[in-house]
């Protein structure tokens, strides 16, 4: 089984960034894509960005031009480079891994953009 730890989140004023890190563990040898997702109370969880091994990456009209997602292969971590923050980005955001058959989810961090 894959176990995914997010970390990075935390408290930023507007127009600042973040960097927020997934790691995965366990079977992660098998993962095809990871993605970022997020959620605030009373909402569906929406898409923020999605790559594949192979690069290839899909982001929400929301972030583009600000976000950036990456990861290592080689070490089966991700990373979303979050510039010009704004208040609306406050929620929790949530690492997700796909492999050939199965969804594994992080269990979320916390971005806060307030000033």
């Known amino acids: 089984q894959v176990q995914l730890v997010e970390s990075g989140g935390g408290l930023v004023q507007p127009g600042g960034s973040l960097r927020l890190s997934c790691a995965a563990s366990?079977?992660?040898?098998?993962?095809?894509?990871m993605g970022w997702y997020r959620q605030a109370p009373g909402k569906q969880r929406e898409l923020v960005a999605i790559?594949?091994?192979?690069?290839?990456?899909v982001y929400a009209d929301s972030v583009k031009g600000r976000f950036t997602i990456s990861r290592d292969n080689a070490k089966n971590t991700m990373y979303l480079q979050m510039n010009s923050l704004k208040p609306e980005d406050t929620v929790v955001y949530y690492c997700?891994?796909?492999?050939?058959?199965?969804?594994?989810w992080g269990q979320g961090t916390q971005v806060t953009v307030s000033s």
């Open positions: 997700k891994a796909k492999g050939p058959t199965t969804q594994y």
């Open positions: 366990g079977s992660a040898f098998s993962l095809i894509g």
């Open positions: 790559i594949t091994s192979g690069g290839s990456t």
